[in-house]
């Protein structure tokens, strides 16, 4: 899928390009696009990965969009191995024929429709999109319950959300206020009016993931995963509540590619096998995510999430449509939103 979204990312990932990486290949290594240590937990992850199979994977701090137009900028000589990103951006890659196929272990144990039938890309984990609400820093004001909430100005200021033109989680949050304002995917016309309305309430919206700034209280409420809110929680400590609005939202699964003609690709290899190991799964289910491997949901675990019932106002959607309709949202949201 070459779009003007995707010719755009790559200019600016190019110009990043040269600071982004500077450790090299070795033989004990595999490099992971997009594996921040403060997002899902991936750093007890990568410590795992070390600790069990013997191969380094440094961190790497990209979204999803700066993930895939770097691979696209690589696409004659790689430099990652493997990457992780929004399943939309895994059906771009696929498209952009700079991913692989590959089937790790376990692989019959993920349903269909959660991974690509040649092994392009395959879900690990997914998440449910909501409000992460810190509430010691709304000033009084109520944990807002639904996106209408959002908009009254008690929550001038406090608001965030990351940018829908470029990180997927920006995009999740488009796609679920769009379908609760009553829009589809292929009208994002709903999604549009609300963040410019949404803009006279001076929302932040950073292009990275922003986890620390809601605990430290600078981004009072993050629209943002269920499994970043309860690790906020119940891990760190930390007054934060997480809020599925009344409206409803989206569950959108996370999934993972081995690199086309990647350097190291029998590291890159053993790497995604291992993410869908039985240890693998349980970082997953411990970090308060949903694993694609539901028998690695532990009792104790499953205890964290919000009851069923609130979960029930999530709902999948066509994911392949949410792909071919997330280059012109991105230009939509570039040229319109104030």
């Known amino acids: 899928m070459q779009s003007t979204y995707l010719r ?16 090299a290949q070795a033989s004990d290594s595999a490099i992971c696009y997009n594996c921040p240590p403060e997002w899902a937990d991936w750093g007890t992850q990568l410590r795992l990965i070390e600790e069990r199979t013997g191969i380094r994977v440094p961190q790497d701090n990209k979204n999803s969009g700066q993930s895939l137009a770097q691979l696209v900028a690589e696409r004659n000589s790689p430099v990652a191995d493997v990457v992780y990103y929004g399943v939309t951006f895994g059906i771009q890659a696929q498209d952009a024929d700079v991913i692989e196929p590959y089937q790790p272990e376990h692989w019959d144990e993920i349903p269909d429709g959660l991974k690509d039938p040649d092994g392009n890309w395959f879900t690990i984990h997914s998440g449910t999109m909501g409000f ?3 509430v010691d820093a709304l000033d009084g004001a109520p944990v807002p319950a639904s996106w209408d909430d959002l908009l009254n100005p008690e929550y001038r200021g406090m608001v965030g959300y990351l940018d829908p033109a470029s990180a997927f989680v920006g995009y999740v949050g488009a796609v679920a206020v769009n379908l609760a304002m009553g829009g589809d995917l292929d009208d994002f016309t709903p999604a549009i009016d609300y963040f410019n309305e949404l803009s006279r309430n001076a929302p932040i919206v950073p292009r990275q993931t922003a986890y620390a700034r809601v605990l430290s209280g600078e981004i009072p409420i993050l629209l943002d995963y269920d499994f970043n809110a ?3 929680k119940y891990k760190d400590g930390a007054n934060v509540e997480f809020v599925i609005p009344e409206e409803g939202s989206v569950v959108v ?8 003609d990647s350097p190291n690709a029998d590291n890159g290899k053993a790497v995604l096998d291992f993410v869908l190991s039985d240890e693998g ?3 997953w289910a ?6 694609v491997r539901e028998d690695a949901i532990s009792e104790e675990a499953s205890r964290y999430f ?13 994911y392949q449509a949410m792909a ?8 939509r949201y570039l040229s319109e939103v104030r």
Request: proline share 8%; aromatic share 8%.
């Open 132 to 134: 992460m609400v810190n």
């Open 286 to 291: 411990e970090a308060f995510l949903r694993p």
């Open 324 to 331: 071919e309709a997330q280059p012109g949202f991105s230009n």
């Open 253 to 260: 699964p996370y999934v993972m590619s081995l690199v086309k």
């Open 230 to 232: 309860y690790r906020a």
């Open 306 to 318: 919000l009851p069923d019932s609130d979960y029930q106002r999530a709902q999948p959607v066509d």
């Open 8 to 23: 755009q990312a790559v200019a600016a990932t190019l110009m990043l390009a040269a600071g982004t990486l500077s450790t």
């Open 281 to 283: 799964q349980a970082v």
